[in-house]
Structures are given as C-alpha cells and as structure tokens.
C-alpha cells in the first residue's frame, strides 16, 4: 500500500464524527440547509418573484439540488464555469448574473449551451454580437438578459435608451434569444436599516422596472427580470414586475448576512482545532485559507475571546480571563462570509446528527481542471 | 462529444498565447521564476545556512523541484497535506513548520513518513507523547523540531526552560527523532526600515541560539536551528548557528514583499479581461476570488488608475483621466500576496516567451480529495 493510498485511506471521512474530521475542514448541516431551502421556499411561494438562487455561495450542484427541490425554477451563476458545473450536475436552467468577455470565454459558454437553457448578461454591443456569432457557429442559441445599472454602479447599461439599443440588437441577432433584464442592486442589500434598505431598493427596482416597461412599449420580451439579494429578496420579490430572485446566502448564513434577514440558520462552519495554547493566547488551524478575512475574522469560539491575529494558517484568539481551550480541542467557526470560506475548500462535509454522511464537491473554483 | 468533453477541449490551455487564455488564470513566468529561484541560490550558497523554501507560498511538485535544483535541501510546508503532497511527488525532506494536532492530522502526518524523511514541530508535552505514540504503532519514524518563540507570539516555548523540557522529551521517546529547533521571526520579517528589521531579526535569533546552547549543553541534537523569511534570510542566514532558512515568497514575489527585498522578480501575476466599461469605470472579472484582498487589491492596469472596489468576481478601476481599457482589452495584475492568490486557483499556466507551455497543478488547498 503507496503512501497515497494509505493518506486516502486515513483520510475517508464518511462515518467519522466531526469531531474526528482532519482540520480545518468545512462542515455542512444538512438538517439546517434543508431547513433553510425549506423557509425560502416558504416565503418565496408568497411572493410574485420567483426564486433561482446564486449558487455562487456554494458552487456545490447538490446543495443546488437542494434548492430546486424546495421551488427554485433554476440557478444563477457568477461564472461560466459554474454554469458548466451545474449544467453538467443536471440542474437544467442557468442564469450567468454576469458579463462574459473574451473568446475563450465565450468558447466556454457556447460549450455548455448543449446541456440546458443558459442566459447571460450584456451591456456592451461588441460583445452581444460576438456572442451572437460565436453561438450561430456551433448552432446553438444562448438566451441574453440586458444588465441595468440600478445605482450599484458595477456592469450594466447607465441608462434606459443604453438599455433598449442593447434590447433591440439582441431581439434582432440570430444565435442569441432575448429574455428580457437583469439589475442587482448590490449598493442597498447590506444597508443596516431596514426601513432605508427597503426605500432603496424600491428606488433602484423602479429603474429596472422603467427599462422593462421601455422593452414592451418597444415590444421586446422581458419574460426575465432578474433582481434580488438575501437581504433584499422579500422587498425586490414583492414588487410585481420583478419575474425571479437571486438570493442565495441565506442557504449556508454567515455573520455578514445574519443582521440582514431573519428566519435562517448557521448551516455552514469550519472545524478546527486549537494547536498551540500559551498564557491567555489560543491558536486555532483555521487561518485566512480555511475562513478568509476579506470581510474580518469569524467570531472567537468560546466566550469573552478578543480577536488577536489571522495569519494564513493561523487564528489567534487571546482569553482575559484564562484560555477555556486545551491543545487538541475543538471548536466550530462561523465565517464572516461564507463564499468566500466555501471557495477556499475543495468538498463539504456534509453533517447529520454530528456524523459526517456524505462528501460533496466544491465546483468550479478557478484554475480547476 | 458531451458536454464535459467539448469543455475540456475547448479550455485545453498548452500551446496558447497568454491573451488566448479564458481568465481569470494563474499565469506563472517560468524565466523569471528560474531566475528568482537561481538568484536565491546564488546568495544562499554564500551564507552559512542552507534554503529549506516555504512551499505555502506555491502549493506546487514543480516549484520545489527549481528551488531543488537551485540548491535547496528539501522544503518547509505549514500542513500536513503539503508536506504529503511535496513527498508523493518526491521531494525527499520536508519540515512541516507548524504543530500538527489531533487523531486524524496526526494519522495523517505518520502515513507520509513512508515517503522520506518528514520532521514535525512542537511545541507541546502531551502533542509530542501523541505523535511518538502514532508513530510507534505505525512503525515509522518521525522527526521533531521543538519551536520557540522568538518573539512573535504565535506558536513556541515561550522560555529556553520550556523549549529544554520538550528537547528531552522528544530526545526520550521512541517514534519521534529530535532533530533541533525551529524559530520563526514573523514579527521581524516585514519591517519596512532596513536597520530595525536587522536589530530585532537578531534579537529574535538570539533567543533561538540561547535555546540552541541549552541544548548542546544538554546534550540535545540540534542539527537543524530552522528560521529566516524572505525578508530576513539574509540576515537569519548569515548568523551562525542558524543551519537552514525558510524563505519562499521571493520564487513568485507580490506587492508585499517587492519592498523587503531585491533581486527577485514578479513571477507571477493573473490575467484577467476587462468586462465592462462605463465612462471612467472598468471593471475587471479578477475579484476576490482571483486575487485576494486579506492584503489589499492588487495594484490598478494601466497609468493613473484609482482602486474603486473588489467583489467576489470583479475589481473596479476608476481611471479620472478616461479609461485606457475597451471591453475585451486584457491585464496582468500583480497580486498584493502570492501565496493568497496561488491558493485561489486549481493550477498555474506556466507561460515562456508569451505561450502555455504547461500547466502545473497547485496542490493540498483545503478538503482538497
């Protein structure tokens, strides 16, 4: 038996406990993420939106299962290369929420149009064509949905007559279908109050719904408009007009969206074990390639811990009043923000009553083959 | 041709230009990572010490094979995933510069001790009894170097008293050879002024040397006294008594450490296509998820570039004096910290004379099957 043989062996996690799991490693409760989909699918079902969640935040075509089995009419991707992903895992509808430039890009995304429907967003006329082209080459027809600025200020068309140039050129190139708009108002989905979010989002909807009322005074399809984050769902959801909506954090949560919406559970954490205890300092194996720190560190584990350093493989928690953590315990991190946590993993351990039952993979994460 | 097929094709990368390349991608200048690697053997071979380089920084068999053949005399990994990675791909000697804590890390680290020769660092009495224990059952030997701290406050003994009590530990049990010290001096190694970064660099040194005659006294082995970062390698380096150096970053270099240190040059870099283009914004898909931002955005393409925003998937540019980028145009982006950015990505393009000549894979990311 080779060495790699004997580390797969070691390493077989199916049946473990999490507390017997390698650390750090990322830890999935399915009861909760059922739980979750469950609520979302609740809530969405009493809204006129309806819901095809980014899966940006988990990359994982079993969690994205997970999502359609509870109303999802289809998921939204950031990349081609998650499209790819989940096209292949059988998940039949694809929104890419985002432009895709170059020809090898391009190349990438009329290769997957075989599998399922997949839409992408335009706000640049060069681009649409070459789209267009590369589409009508392999005989294939990707379906476009026209990017609004609703304020963001990121990609998307800056005004309505941007829009209806962009809407009439795709209406009239073979290899691409209209389907009608996407905005995502990224600048009001993390605003604090509520009352505040809700105005804002009203403001930036009113665009995306003023260059939909364009597209049908013009008669262009706008069977697609596409908004809607996790803090902004039930508000972007419930205005009519607004077709479908992206939200998808509220699937795994995190300490950025937990203050923005209620009803939904902690599914995701990173185990991992302290491994060096000196004085009041505990140093935990979860540093900023297991959790990242781009949005702050996760909250210190046990109580009255200060937050004293994240290095790459690193996580210093200093304990005033004595350090509650011996060399070798455990404890269970919640990220500040999951996505970027999930994208630094290569699988979910998937949990059910603290037994590791399944091993599901992160896909298309950048670079990967 | 299915799907999966007609995208493995079409994204098959060998052979292309740098431009053909679908981005975001880990690009990877070969001639001048040969030269860095060179360059650090050059000065290497001039100082006591010997380079045992941090692969953290790369995550890659062909990396450490350059600094190999560039005189390196194995590889110092911070997992235990790394160091099984480095020895199934025949790197024969690797130091894992960090403790390595609980069942199943430990049952990992004894199933790599098969491939060559794989030395530990601890820094604790009832770790330590639990390796040689794991080790013995297993019939394996493996070495252990105590760590100190010298000053940075992480891991280590925090006295010679404590570092001493763990040497004769280690000098006692079966299943573990003690094979010296190691000491890490993070807190020096990115001092910006040249002179302070000398005086506490050897302030540091001389707490590791002090442990290090402590144990001569004793009677301890201490082959290996193991520090020196890229910032200080020549300054740990060049003190006797220090027999082997740490320092990685200067094979890829990154905004981080182009200030601490001359002779090496800028290996690697992300290429990435700007997406979206509206009056004096350009927006790039290389975001968080391509380069990091733990240490800050990369720094802006082009002249007269101002740092707007980074997302997961996109980075904005505000160029004041009109956008010198079309939709389609390409960059190289010059990440902030390599060793953040490489971990982002699946594998590097490694790129002579403008072309893919190959494609090297980055290994032991977490959960990683």
Redo the contacts between chains.
Sequence with gaps: MG??E??RR??DPVG?TVE???????VLDRAVAEANAAAMGERIARLPAALRPHV?VHKCAELARLQLAHGAIGVTT???AEA?AM??AGVPDVLIA????????I??LV??A??GDVTVAV??A??LE?IAAAARAAGVTIGVVVEV?VGM????A?DVVGACRLGRAAAELEGVRLRGLLGYE?HCASEPDRATRERATREAMDRLLEAAGRFRDEGLPVDVVSAGATGTFDIAGAIEGITEVQAGSYLLMDRFHAPLVEGFGFALTIAT???????D?V?F?AG???V???FGPPDAPGADGDFA?I????L?IRYPSGAPFR??D?AALVPAYA??AV??????HVVQDGTVVDRWA?RA?????
Tied chains: 1, 2.
């Design positions: 060495v790699a004997r580390r070691s390493a473990r017997e799991l390698e650390t750090p490693a990322l940006k950031a990349t081609v790819a096209l292949e985002n432009e895709v430039v170059g020809d090898a890009a190349r990438h290769a997957t075989g599998a706000d640049d060069g681009n070459r600025d200020g990121r990609g998307g800056r990224g074990t302290a491994i060096s205890v000196h004085d300092l140093v194996d900023r390639k297991a990242g720190a781009d350093f290095h790459e493989e690193h210093g060399v070798g455990r996505p970027i994208n630094l993993f290569g699988a979910f992160v994460r950048h670079g990967d083959p």
